[in-house]
């Protein structure tokens, strides 16, 4: 969903960048392209141009989404972009690097999806309660749909984005009930997956870092969604954007750790972010 809210102008003036960039991070949909008319599924020629320049110089390129690797792979045809990301985190948690070897095109990084699955078998074996509380609030006191998931990762469709933010209130009230309950949750506008708090964009995104020894002050991130939050932080990246389409929450935050907002939308307002911190043309 676009957000057109318009922002006072960015004062702070474009300067050399502090460090070598090492590490470009971008998230998929409202970023890198404008998922609300996916027949025009192209990314803006300019940031084309810029991520190219970038790899040139060995920067090294990943994108982070909420989508699964099969929903990522029809994106990127679309896309056609002239080459691929290096590395990919999928479903927000899914840490994979490209691979010829392996038939999918893209392999596990490491242990970090072990970890998650792991910790995942251990929440849901010990958080029924918590789920069967959440599910009748759900339906006793909203019209949304609870979808119960074979892998116990349940999913929440609120009917608008009021009623999606009455149901993440009452998550975290049990939580905190729950003694500040590892649950946590993706969500991206009315949309809401569960997970682990310990693995979202913004941990995922630090572990890939960490694995290619690549700090925080040495990494880009963008994105436009609720589910960006945790990776748009000094703590996971030094440089923060989002494009002229980010929802509002978005916004303010990139603006409250000194990110830039962009003008442009998606792939244009990431050209315009990069131009800013000094990166590329
Ligand atoms: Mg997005």
Redesign the pocket.
């Known amino acids: 969903m676009a957000h057109n809210i318009p922002d006072s102008p960015q004062t702070s003036t474009p300067a050399a960048p502090r460090t070598a960039l090492g590490l470009l991070c971008l998230?998929?949909?409202?970023?890198l392209v404008d998922s609300l008319h996916p027949s025009d599924h192209s990314v803006h020629p300019s940031l084309v141009q810029l991520i190219g320049q970038l790899r040139e110089q060995g920067v090294l390129w990943v994108i982070n989404t909420g989508r699964t690797l099969e929903g990522l792979k029809i994106g990127l045809e679309i896309a056609a972009l002239p080459f691929a990301p290096d590395y990919v985190i999928t479903e927000e948690t899914s840490l994979l690097v490209a691979s010829s070897d392996h038939p999918e095109g893209w392999d596990a990084l490491g242990d970090w999806n072990l970890q998650r699955d792991q910790a995942f078998r251990s929440l849901l074996a010990e958080s029924g309660h918590i789920f069967d509380e959440i599910r009748t609030f759900v339906a006793r006191e909203t019209s949304a749909q609870y979808l119960v998931r074979s892998n116990g990762l349940d999913e929440i469709i609120a009917n608008s984005e009021a009623e999606m933010e009455q149901i993440c209130h009452r998550i975290e009230e049990v939580r905190h009930a729950h003694g500040a309950h590892p649950l946590g949750y993706q969500r991206n506008t009315v949309y809401l997956r569960f997970g682990h708090q310990g693995y979202q964009k913004g941990s995922t995104l630090a572990r890939l870092g960490s694995y290619l020894g690549i700090p925080a002050d040495r990494t880009f991130a963008a994105?436009?969604?609720l589910n960006?939050l945790p990776m748009l932080d000094p703590e996971v990246a030094a440089y923060l954007a989002c494009p002229g389409n980010s929802h509002p929450l978005v916004r303010e935050t990139v603006r409250r750790h000194g990110g830039y907002l962009a003008q442009s939308h998606t792939g244009a307002g990431l050209a315009e972010a990069l131009r800013f911190f000094g990166f590329g043309g």
């Open positions: 998230d998929f949909d409202g970023t994105g436009d969604n960006d």
